[in-house]
């Protein structure tokens, strides 16, 4: 493939995954791309490389239009494996290049190489290097995604690289926003969005916030966010944004999910009454069965619902395994303002909903009591417990989601 001009003198020279199904336990059943940048101009300047086995494509954009020798300098906006592990392959057309990064850029970057035979450069916030007619300000961005992270603004093209933010896994042959929405669905990269945010950046949107107000307050003009990931911003800047404040508000839609596994199905009949309970407060509802669903397609559904309700079965005194294995992805997670529930069957004793209201009052989210259970098969006396039991959540989550917004 063809490097792309995303600005003047400024061209995507990544790769497009389109296979990948599973990113380091995280299901990306829509593939993704690792996205870096090449900038022309007196010295060259390659900003972050690309996933360890998509390097021989990206040193074939680049020669499209250089030969990699010519590269003066290159930028390590973040180290994880995916951007910077290709570093190696480039620097061994350039070996003279000045590499900036942060000190914990540095630190984390030699344990993977020698940087003893490198030209590294560390960089704070505010400073900035000229190559020509482009100024690069580096703006430190810790947790966001790891610590080292930090963006790049292109002074003169108003130009936001900014690493794993506003990213989203989604391979496409379109570059640009605009583009991805006129080919194919805005809603589709919506929910590209949301799914990348829920599993990516979930624990660390306490952050989000402050670091965007700081490159508002550092007065910095933006008229394209080309992330490391997925499609680049150029028509909807400030919707990203606005969607990333957003949700570092709290924003969530006012409806349920239930998430449930199930034995011998008694749980799993649990949640028909249960959601027609939901349903009769006016609230939409969404079911989905743990072991039928990528675990990253179910926490990206929690993440967007203000409320879930958490159907489990007892196994030998504690919750169904499966069940806890989604709370424990969700404790790492971290999320907030979010109201849940438990329901559950059992045979001779109980133990399901008790664990799992453990966790979640460990995660710290708003729990929902009583929980539900429910012995052997719900009989139709119990079936009507659930349809209260629904019910009686949707009213107290309409009443919990009125502290947010407006958004
Ligand atoms: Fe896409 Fe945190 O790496």
């Not at 995280?26 to 972050?48: A, F, H, K, M």
């Not at 290049?97 to 344990?111: H, S, V």
């Not at 969404?286 to 990253?296: D, G, Q, W, Y």
Request: glycine share 6%; aromatic share 12%; proline share 4%.
């Amino acid at each position: 493939m063809k490097p792309i001009e995303i600005k003047k003198d400024i061209f995507w020279v990544g790769a497009i995954d389109w296979a990948i199904r599973d990113f380091h336990g995280y299901q990306t059943p829509r593939g993704t791309t690792y996205n870096n940048y090449l900038v022309l101009d007196r010295e060259i300047t390659l900003i972050d490389t690309v996933k360890h086995n998509f390097a021989e494509i990206m040193l074939k954009n680049i020669k499209h239009l250089i030969d990699p020798s010519q590269i003066k300098n290159i930028i390590i906006n973040h180290i994880e494996n995916d951007h910077a592990m290709a570093l190696d392959k480039i620097m061994a057309y350039c070996p003279e290049a000045k590499i900036y990064l942060t000190q914990k850029g540095k630190d984390g970057l030699e344990r993977f190489f020698d940087l003893s035979k490198w030209n590294i450069n560390v960089v704070k916030t505010g400073q900035k290097i000229n190559t020509g007619n482009k100024t690069f300000l580096f703006i430190e961005t810790p947790m966001m995604h790891w610590p080292d992270s930090m963006m790049t603004y292109i002074e003169e093209d108003k130009l936001l690289i900014s690493q794993d933010a506003f990213g989203q896994h989604l391979a496409s042959s379109s570059r640009f926003d605009d583009e991805f929405i006129n080919c194919s669905s805005e809603e589709i990269l919506n929910d590209a969005v949301w799914d990348y945010y829920a599993n990516i950046l979930m624990p660390f949107g306490f952050i989000i916030k402050p670091k965007i107000l700081e490159l508002q307050k550092m007065g910095l003009e933006i008229d394209m966010i080309a992330p490391d990931h997925g499609i680049i911003w150029r028509k909807n800047v400030s919707k990203i944004l606005k969607i990333y404040l957003d949700i570092a508000e709290g924003f969530a839609e006012e409806r349920v999910l239930i998430v449930y596994d199930t034995m011998w199905n008694s749980t799993e009949h649990m949640t028909y009454p249960i959601a027609q309970g939901i349903k009769s407060e006016g609230l939409d509802c969404k079911v989905i069965k743990l072991r039928a669903t990528p675990m990253s397609i179910a926490i990206t559904e929690f993440w967007r619902c203000r409320g879930t309700l958490i159907g489990a079965p007892t196994l030998n005194n504690l919750a169904f395994p499966p069940v806890m294995q989604f709370l424990d992805y969700l404790r790492g997670l971290r999320p907030k303002n979010r109201i849940v529930g438990t329901f559950g069957s059992y045979g001779w004793g109980g133990g399901a909903v008790k664990e799992m209201n453990e966790v979640i009052k460990k995660i710290g989210l708003e729990l929902f009591e009583p929980s539900l259970e429910v012995k052997y098969r719900p009989s139709l006396d119990d079936e009507e417990r659930c349809y209260e039991f629904g019910k009686n959540f949707a009213i107290r989550l309409k009443e919990y989601h009125k502290q947010f917004g407006p958004f």
